[in-house]
């Protein structure tokens, strides 16, 4: 059995969170393979980037997620205690409820409060001098969001729940008070799911029997029990933060229109390129750098041995851009999609293998028909002008958003 390379110096974490998106690809090209092994935050890690990698990060009955979250994640992004470090049986269980959520008129109706949503401010657009995009589209998916999961929302309280929601995706990775920021937001935003969660099962507050809110009020675990009150807040809000999520692909989408606007004709001529041009973008624009699991026992790959507790991480972003899965991978190609199929494997912006049975996103049809209604809404629904301003990403932050947060002026309803 061979030795896992390994990268330079002793601990990694710094030249990760420099450089989140290439750090794993670039070592792994300098080292000639797929994987490499090294500390992150101080705990041996083996990095893994591509399609075989991802095939083994999501085959393997080696690897578990119980405890390869480091805290701090969880403290910000993720809440304690939520799906995402469940394992086994007690996952597939609990992932029926996020897809029971997943029917395809519940995402059409979803897409259509957006709509609505997207009609009314609109009408404030077009008296507004500017428009700061991505502000705009999380504040509609918190309304969207809160309204299709039966969370109620008092119009007083929009704006402190678009900043916690935001908070919480936005500033989970970051150091110093961003980081404190990002932990307050948390604490707050569960106690208001766990408010609603109790509301819900002493009959003080109904809503519908299909939204997410009802659900995981509703949902008995394993063991025949309701969840906690605490577990539930953090799962009722593993919906609603992921939807207002979704605004930073729309901010990126819109940025993919701006510089590549002969598909602006392109979606307006042919509705059928809408996906292959949401594809593309979720392909190419950054989102989360990777995700983590942990060796539970001993096992081999390529020659290779996956020693038990090592933490280790798979490179979603250098998956989606590795250029032995896809053709020129940093030129953003809509028509790619056009005649090639995916596999759950080489295309993983949101996770890797079966949505059933591993820890895949359960949203990813939630965000494609998100940016899709949004980009047609741009194309079909207004007219505006970019003004000069700085588009370039943001890559110190996760999700790189562009500098501007994407400006529009002059915008008017067409009809
Ligand atoms: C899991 C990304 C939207 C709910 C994940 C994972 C990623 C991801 C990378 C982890 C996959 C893994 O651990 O293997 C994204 C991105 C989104 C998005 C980039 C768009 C902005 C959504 C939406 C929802 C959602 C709209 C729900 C309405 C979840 C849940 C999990 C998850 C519940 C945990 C699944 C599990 O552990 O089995 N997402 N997601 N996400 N996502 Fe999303």
Not at 5 to 25: C, H, M, Q, V
Not at 161 to 183: E, I, P, S, Y
Not at 315 to 328: E, F, I, K, V
Not at 356 to 370: D, K, L, T, V
Request: hydrophobic share 40%.
């Amino acid at each position: 059995m061979s030795s896992i390379p390994s990268a330079k110096g002793i601990d990694s974490t710094l030249a990760l969170l420099r450089n989140p998106y290439e750090f794993i690809p670039d070592t792994c090209r300098d080292l000639e393979g797929d994987l490499f092994e090294t500390r992150i935050l101080f705990q041996k890690t083996i990095c893994m980037t591509g399609a075989a990698a991802a095939e083994v990060f999501y085959s393997e009955d080696g690897l578990v997620r119980a405890g390869s979250m480091p805290k701090r994640i969880q403290r910000t992004l993720l809440g304690e205690k939520g799906i995402q470090g469940l394992d086994g049986e007690a996952h597939r269980h609990r992932k029926r409820m996020f897809m029971s959520l997943m029917a395809s008129e519940r995402i059409e109706a979803l897409e259509n409060t957006t709509r609505d949503l997207l009609d009314r401010y609109a009408r404030d657009w077009q008296a507004a001098e500017k428009v700061v995009l991505y502000d705009e589209v999380r504040e509609i998916l918190t309304r969207a969001a809160c309204a299709w999961s039966g969370v109620p929302l008092p119009e007083a309280e929009v704006e402190t729940r678009t900043a916690q929601m935001t908070a919480l995706f936005q500033d989970a990775g970051a150091v110093g008070w961003k980081h404190w920021g990002a932990r307050l937001a948390r604490h707050r935003a569960e106690r208001w799911t766990a408010g609603i969660i109790e509301r819900l099962r002493d009959g003080s507050l109904q809503t519908g029997q299909e939204s997410a809110a009802h659900v995981v009020a509703t949902w008995r675990d394993l063991n025949g029990e309701l969840l906690t009150s605490k577990v539930a807040a953090v799962e009722l809000l593993n919906v609603v933060r992921p939807i207002v999520a979704v605004s930073a692909f729309i901010a990126q989408a819109a940025h993919a229109l701006h510089r590549h606007p002969e598909w602006r004709q392109k979606l307006k001529d042919d509705e059928g390129q809408l996906e292959p041009f949401v594809q593309e973008v979720r392909r190419l624009y950054p989102f989360f750098p990777a995700v983590a699991a942990r060796v539970k026992s001993d096992f081999e790959w390529r020659g290779y041995r996956f020693s038990k507790g090592y933490r280790v991480l798979l490179d979603l972003y250098g998956t989606n851009t590795d250029a032995r899965s896809w053709d020129a991978p940093q030129e953003f190609r809509p028509e790619r999609f056009h005649d090639r199929e995916v596999t759950p494997y080489d295309f993983i912006p949101q996770g890797g293998g079966d949505q059933h049975r591993n820890h895949r996103c359960p949203g990813e049809w939630i965000a494609i028909s998100q940016m899709k209604a949004f980009c047609s809404f741009f194309v079909n629904a207004i007219d505006y002008e970019v003004p000069d301003q700085d588009l370039d990403l943001e890559t110190e932050e996760l999700p790189p958003m562009p500098k501007s947060r994407f400006i529009m002026r002059n915008v008017r309803r067409r009809q």
